[in-house]
């Protein structure tokens, strides 16, 4: 701080009356208490800097209190039960000291911080998801899986994109600000997160993983973002495997941003964050064993799944699921937020395979339909006979002769193309 004054006033808003360069001089309201009455005082003047202001354009919002466990239902602790493990059994083992977080503790954070603050402009894509389109980019899983990213990207102010390295096992994350203007992929801003900063193979992942979602085909000439300096301060402990928690200091960071409070100022507390994780973890397992005895011994479920803080909305409002297999998007970056349970493409497999016959049937329709065009094009002599390609050895690999017009066309139009 510019002035030993400003450490009264820290939290509390002000009026700039003059700036010079980077310096400020603020007017801070005071008051004194007498007799127990708040009486004002005259204004005090502060100089400060400006990166240690944070611009303030709209009504002041209430100071975050965060929520009990107690104050959720049970309907509502099912659907944070399916969001965070889907069908699998949890366990809260690895958020004891020392352990290194998986998936699903990744996720059980986002889950925790999404309930506290309610902010849908936040999204956490999975690190399966991540991994698979970084390592397989070029693959119809790879690209199915980088799609998505970019469909979450579509949809969020924020995304959180895991990065983990298998040699040395270590996570970083990727927090990007997209446009909010309109719906598009388009980042605006990209902050990297790492409680080791020198760690070269993590860089370097999350760098090839920044190359493939801003690389675009259809634009070729944008050029790759630059993956920046860990923008964190804090390293972690030696040998405390705190790594997977500097998601939590990203989340809430991009939490904070939506309810225009600005980046947490202060350092992280991985200690603090593994006890509340760990409390967070084992309420979550004692919900689902409890809900996992009350199917065994085929009883009818009393609690259908609800979603956390929002409210039924008269008789239109549709009851969720009941049983614990049937309910689908509670995980999903896509349909988190539906009111029916049933699901989208990605996180509901009859969806899915549904859609992926539907898209084969349009496939072959095409296909069809491309080999009559080009059965008609050669019937018209718009297309000329191309001759056969040469192996190094000078014969032909068609057989001898002119090989004319390829199978099918559609390498013949690539060489047209070239001709």
Excluded at 33 to 59: F, L, R, T, Y
Excluded at 119 to 134: D, G, M, P, W
Excluded at 210 to 220: F, G, K, P, V
Aim: net charge neutral; charged share 25%.
């Amino acid at each position: 701080m510019q002035d030993s004054a400003t450490r009264d006033v820290f939290g509390v808003p002000a009026l700039c009356v003059e700036q010079l360069g980077p310096m400020l001089k603020l007017q801070v309201e005071s008051f004194k208490m007498v007799h127990g009455v708040k009486i004002p005082w005259p204004h005090n003047v502060v100089n400060c800097g400006i990166d240690e202001v944070v611009e303030c354009q709209e009504e002041e919002m209430e100071p975050k209190v965060f929520k009990n466990w107690s104050s959720l239902s049970i309907a509502e602790k099912r659907f944070v039960v399916k969001a965070c493990w889907g069908n699998e059994n949890g366990y809260s083992v690895n958020a004891e000291e020392g352990r290194e977080l998986h998936d699903c503790d990744l996720v059980a954070i986002f889950e925790y911080l999404q309930w506290q603050y309610m902010q849908t402009e936040v999204k956490f894509v999975r690190s399966a998801i991540v991994k698979i389109a970084l390592h397989f980019p070029t693959s119809d899983e790879g690209m199915m899986c980088l799609q998505s990213i970019k469909d979450v990207m579509m949809m969020a102010r924020f995304v959180v994109l895991p990065v983990h390295c298998d040699s040395p096992r270590h996570w970083t994350f990727l927090a990007l600000e997209m446009e909010v203007e309109n719906t598009s992929d388009r980042i605006v801003d990209v902050k990297y997160y790492d409680w080791l900063k020198g760690e070269r193979k993590s860089a370097a992942l999350a760098q090839r993983l920044l190359t493939n979602i801003t690389l675009d085909a259809e634009h070729t000439e944008a050029q790759p973002m630059k993956l920046p300096n860990p923008c964190n301060w804090y390293r972690q402990r030696w040998l405390s495997n705190d790594c997977g928690l500097s998601v939590w200091q990203a989340l809430e960071n991009c939490f904070k941003v939506c309810r225009k409070e600005g980046p947490c100022g202060v350092l992280p507390e991985p200690q603090l964050w593994r006890k509340t994780l760990k409390t967070w973890l084992e309420k979550l397992v004692d919900v689902q064993s409890k809900w996992q005895m009350e199917e065994a011994e085929a009883k009818k479920p009393k609690h259908p799944i609800c979603i956390p803080g929002v409210k039924k909305c008269g008789a239109e409002a549709v009851p969720l699921k009941l049983a614990i297999k049937d309910f689908y998007g509670a995980g999903c970056h896509a349909c988190r937020w539906t009111t029916t349970g049933d699901g989208c493409c990605y996180c509901n497999p009859g969806k899915h395979d549904k859609l992926r016959a539907e898209k084969e049937i349009r496939a072959r329709a095409m296909a069809e339909n491309l080999k009559k065009a080009l059965e008609a094009c050669k019937n018209m002599g718009l297309i000329p006979e191309v001759p056969a390609p040469k192996d190094p050895d000078g014969a032909d690999k068609g057989g001898g002769g002119s090989l004319g017009l390829y199978d099918g066309g559609l390498r013949l139009l690539f060489l047209e193309k070239k001709i």
